[in-house]
């Protein structure tokens, strides 16, 4: 159980830790609307209010989305929301990443998934510089709760799972 490359031990470490998968979406600076999948989402503290999202440095928009008070949303997928999913994390861009699914925009022109098990709207607090991202601490300013059974979208082991409940 022992590997001595610490970049290939950490890797195959982390195929193993299952994470909820979410999509960032945002208004740009611009005008445009902007979506991409993010698994790479945690709690900060309940007060303030905050969550932690993890944007690689590659990404069209990161220095928009590392702005401090950037406005974004963070979408937690359902589990009937993987064509969701693979769309917003490169197969189509701009635009089309928005083709399906039931989105809204809030007051601020931020779009939205009604859908959603839940959705955090945030603005960007803190910005820190790590390695290959940028570590955007959002401020959470409002809370959307879906009405459906608990049943999020999983990824663990580069693919998709499911929650399973014990019956």
Not at 118 to 127: G, L, R, T, Y
Request: overall charge negative.
């Amino acid at each position: 159980m022992q590997n001595n490359n610490l970049g290939v031990a950490m890797k195959l470490g982390m195929r193993r830790l299952a994470s909820g998968v979410c999509i960032l979406s945002a208004r740009t600076e611009d005008g445009e609307l902007f979506a991409m999948t993010v698994s790479s989402v945690t709690s900060v503290s309940d007060n303030p209010a905050s969550l932690l999202v993890c944007i690689n440095k590659l990404v069209s928009q990161h220095d928009y989305l590392s702005t401090q008070g950037t406005r974004f949303a963070i979408n937690a997928l359902n589990s009937n929301q993987q064509d969701l999913s693979n769309l917003c994390a490169g197969r189509e861009q701009g635009r089309n990443r928005f083709s399906i699914g039931a989105w809204q925009q809030d007051e601020n022109g931020v779009p939205y998934l009604t859908d959603a098990q839940a959705v955090f709207f945030c603005e960007a607090d803190k910005v820190m510089e790590y390695g290959t991202h940028h570590i955007v601490v959002g401020k959470i300013h409002q809370v959307l709760v879906g009405e459906d059974d608990i049943n999020p979208l999983l990824y663990v082991d580069g693919r998709y799972g499911l929650l399973m409940r014990p019956e």
